[in-house]
């Protein structure tokens, strides 16, 4: 069975930081690109970012929102994903969410999906 | 404001047909494959379709995908009151580098 467990999710000031986990089973993880993907309460999905697996040089990408802020990083070993997350604003709260992407046939999406953790900024 | 545009909300009767729009440019949708997801009330979004227009495992012949051009459009024939929840579209913008989501789209069964 394929979980996805996200932690690490609390309460932080603003200006502080914090370093979310997303600990993956039921699939081949080393082979998989891992998104970061987040919901403010009440509100839509934002893509936080991703990174690729060791193929393709475990390539990060982040969106504007939190471009230089925001580091994802992933230990294979341990099929865990990370987000450390600096500078933290207040809007920044919501829940995040790690998913794995798959793609083939030059057609991705997401196919899995952790439960969330929720970040409060305040 | 999202970047990729869907409507705030739909409603049908059970046994009803309910489409739901998902707008975008030629940087996503235009270039693109769009996928859609259902999240339901204090859950995590789940894989409805993907490729445009395939189902996973495990999702009913009802709920059906298409695009055309920038466009692309969710449709649930034979509307369950489960079926009740937040839909969203998704897809790669080649000039943002990353996934775009549509704002969301609340159904409501009636």
């Known amino acids: ?122 | 404001q999202s970047v990729l545009t869907q409507p705030p909300s739909a409603s049908g009767t059970p046994g009803q047909r309910v489409t739901i729009s998902c707008s975008g440019s030629s940087s996503n949708l235009g270039s693109n494959t769009v996928s859609w997801y259902q999240q339901l009330p204090g859950t995590a979004p789940k894989l409805l379709i993907y490729s445009n227009n395939q189902r996973p495992s495990g999702v009913p012949d009802r709920f059906s995908g298409s695009k055309s051009g920038t466009s692309a459009s969710l449709a649930i024939s034979g509307l369950q009151s489960e079926d009740e929840a937040d839909y969203y579209c998704a897809a790669w913008d080649d000039s943002l580098d990353g996934v775009v989501f549509g704002g969301g789209t609340k159904l409501t069964v009636l």
């Not at chain 1, 997303?22 to 893509?47: D, I, P, Y």
């Not at chain 1, 040089?57 to 990083?73: C, D, E, L, M, P």
């Not at chain 1, 919501?94 to 970040?119: E, I, K, N, P």
Request: hydrophobic content about 30%; overall charge positive.
């Open chain 1, 1 to 122: 069975e394929v979980q996805l467990v996200e932690s690490g999710g609390g309460l932080v000031q603003p200006g502080g930081s914090l370093k979310l986990s997303c600990a993956a089973s039921g699939f081949t993880f080393s082979g998989s690109a891992m998104h970061w993907v987040r919901q403010a309460s009440g509100k839509g999905l934002e893509w936080v970012g991703r990174i690729r697996d060791k193929a393709n040089s475990y390539a990060t990408g982040y969106a504007a929102s939190v471009k230089g802020r925001f580091t994802i990083s992933r230990d294979d070993s341990e099929s865990t994903a990370y987000l450390q997350m600096n500078s933290l604003k207040t809007e920044d709260t919501a829940m995040y969410y790690c998913a794995r992407r798959q793609c083939s046939g030059g057609s991705c999406h997401f196919d899995y999906w952790g439960q969330g953790t929720l970040v409060t900024v305040s």
